[in-house]
């Protein structure tokens, strides 16, 4: 059987598991099924950040984020869809005690353009991140969708982070805008809102020896192919064990590899071909069987 061939086996019967918006939280190993959705509040939590005003200079503004639908369990490696909400509050105290003074002013509201949360040092995109125009109030509600974003490589435990630093474009109902204000995070401040666990992804694994019985001298060809839970190719190197003893070492190639096993003895041989994995990526076996003849 051709690699190309163990590939389309691979996906036929199941193995490579392709996740769906909501299946990202990695489960037990197994087949397609096995990767089930879990719910679970990953952030929550703020700080208070300086932003500065022209002529008036800085006032204290905090800031809340909290994400219901973030699950706290996610694939390393993995491109999570947009489209998850994220909700929050911005207390503006010190801007409408300014607004106030200002005749007709009613309204309030907010745009953080460019707003990103972090994982870790990864950039999460926060796509419309605002607090839309409306009656004079202390606190501002906040709400936004996360965009498009790819977990880390590296399976572990990440921090979820707010910015150090972001700019605020305030609302009011004025003749004029007011520009783009700076804010940075007040000294003694935690950025922190919460963590994730990135878990390394399952692979799926097929070998099969493209001929069952060789010649004694001949080398035994093994053809592999290894998949991830999401889907992909896997990357990394596949070996050959016998005996306990490793024999052949290749690098996956588009996810395949034909391992040559030489200078196996006479009679039916066990052949462990094992994938190594990676930082994202768990290892997976199979045993094949060779009979070698005279």
């Known amino acids: 059987m051709t690699t190309s061939a163990v590939t389309k086996r691979l996906a036929a019967t199941g193995l490579a598991t392709v996740l769906t918006t909501g299946a990202l939280v990695a489960g037990g190993a197994g087949s397609a099924g096995a990767a089930t959705p879990a719910s679970a509040k990953a952030i929550g939590g703020g700080a208070t950040f300086s932003c500065t005003l022209p002529i008036v200079g800085a006032i204290d503004v905090p800031l809340s984020l909290s994400g219901a639908d973030l699950p706290t369990d996610l694939l390393a490696d993995f491109e999570v869809p947009a489209g998850l909400p994220i909700v929050g509050d911005l207390q503006v105290g010190g801007l409408l005690g300014l607004l106030n003074l200002i005749p007709g002013v009613n309204q309030l509201g907010a745009n953080l353009p460019g707003f990103d949360l972090l994982l870790g040092n990864l950039p999460l995109p926060l796509d419309n991140l605002a607090a839309p125009l409306g009656a004079l109030s202390d606190v501002a509600g906040l709400a936004g969708n996360l965009g498009g974003f790819r977990t880390p490589a590296k399976a572990g435990v990440y921090d979820v982070k707010l910015p150090s630093a972001f700019s605020m474009s ?106 190594l994995g990676n930082a994202s990526t768990k290892t997976a076996k199979k045993t094949v069987k060779v009979t070698v003849k005279k």
């Open 170 to 275: 305030p609302l009011a109902n004025l003749p004029l805008p007011i520009d783009l204000l700076p804010c940075e995070i007040k000294p003694g401040e935690s950025a922190v809102v919460g963590t994730v666990k990135v878990n390394k992804q399952r692979a799926a694994m097929a070998a099969k020896a493209k001929k069952a019985t060789i010649k004694k001298g001949k080398p035994a060809k093994v053809a592999t192919a290894v998949v991830r839970e999401d889907g992909k190719a896997a990357t990394g190197k596949v070996v050959a064990i016998v005996g306990g003893k490793r024999v052949a070492t290749k690098q996956l190639q588009g996810g395949r590899a034909t391992l040559a096993v030489k200078k196996l003895g006479k009679g039916t041989k066990k052949i462990v071909v094992k994938y």
